[in-house]
């Protein structure tokens, strides 16, 4: 039976994913996460699922941030993106990503599961309205996406705490490790991405906002205990 794993925070849409999986595979075991880091322990309890439906908005996630780093990890995982926003524009750059399909929240159900289809197939979706939304990542955007993918696992999950703000100590007793830890992995992360403070990390992340306006400013870079 086929695993497919669905991330989504709004539990009464992830239920309305979970019944378009199940009418498009009957036989699929169907996982759910509600939070980046909860859908990363999934594929790493699960490599070989055969389909992922990513929301690009819930806990953990900056915008195309979790698609990019799981494309990198797990390039044989197809992707389903699911999001509110309707624009060409953003389905442009999800399938930039390496999605294999986008799908509008407003979609009617039987376009998600024509979605599902499809991408089981081996085909790319879009909805018709969105056709022909194809396009090429911005150079920035495109280097920014390749350094998230060489994160480890849980150097991204530190990489989104640090952009989302939280200090050294909130971000170890989320994860369940010492501080001391927290910082090796933030010297890793910043050797990876090539920046020198937290700050720099954020700005990196945030070029893979659906939005990069909306960006909160960090506090000062100082490795605060």
Known sequence: ?????????HPLFRDALRRA??????????????????????????PDAELLLLDLH??????????????????????????????????????AHGASAYIPKSSAGEDIVAAIRAVLDGDIWLPSRLLGAAGE??????????????LTP????????????LL????AWELGVSEATVKAHMTAIMRKLGVNNRTQVALLA????VDPGAMQPLPGDADRE
């Not at 050294?168 to 971000?171: A, E, G, L, R, V």
């Open 21 to 46: 999986v199940l009418a498009a595979v009957p036989q699929a075991r169907v996982h759910c996460a509600d939070s980046v880091h909860a859908l990363l322990g999934l594929v790493e309890q699960l």
């Open 206 to 209: 945030s070029q893979l906002a």
């Open 1 to 9: 039976m086929p695993d497919i794993l669905i991330a989504d925070d």
């Open 137 to 150: 990542l911005e150079f920035g955007e495109a280097a920014a996406a390749a350094q998230l993918a060489a």
């Open 168 to 171: 050294n100590k909130q971000i």
């Open 58 to 95: 819930m806990p953990g996630a900056r915008g195309y941030s979790a698609l990019a780093h799981i494309r990198g990890q797990h390039p044989g995982l197809p992707t389903i993106v699911v999001s509110g926003h309707e624009e060409a524009q953003v389905a442009r750059r999800a399938l």
């Open 154 to 165: 849980q150097q991204f999950r530190v990489m989104t705490m640090i952009a989302e703000g």
